[in-house]
């Protein structure tokens, strides 16, 4: 059964960075693409950035150039690099996983809350 662990969410101030880390057991890592969602309340979970089994990367217009997402297919892990954050980004992220086409994630972690003060 496949599992997600995400970690290092926390707080930090508006301009400040931070590492999110998800961790994958019981898939084949290599074959899966992998993705970063972030959701607020009452809103829909929004798209933040995927990175594919060849490593090309997609970005959300409002995350690009300030967010980097990459993997480590050693560590079964994918990484989330945030900078120059915004309250903006204020959100509990999650991190995806699928072995499909298209945009269906079928797992899903528990997700690392993320608050950014102004």
């Known amino acids: 059964q496949v599992q997600l662990v995400e970690s290092g969410g926390g707080l930090v101030q508006t301009g400040g960075s931070l590492r999110l880390s998800c961790t994958a057991s019981g898939s084949i890592f290599g074959l899966a693409v992998m993705a970063w969602y972030r959701q607020v309340p009452d809103k829909q979970r929004e798209f933040v950035a995927r990175?594919?089994?060849?490593?090309?990367?997609t970005y959300s217009d409002s995350v690009k150039g300030r967010f980097t997402i990459s993997r480590d297919n050693a560590k079964n892990t994918v990484f989330l690099q945030m900078n120059s954050l915004s309250p903006e980004d204020t959100a509990v992220y999650y991190c995806?996983?699928?072995?499909?086409?298209?945009?269906?994630?079928?797992?899903w972690g528990q997700g690392t809350q993320v608050t950014v003060s102004s």
């Open positions: 990175i594919t089994t060849s490593d090309s990367t």
């Open positions: 995806g996983l699928r072995y499909s086409a298209g945009e269906s994630y079928p797992y």
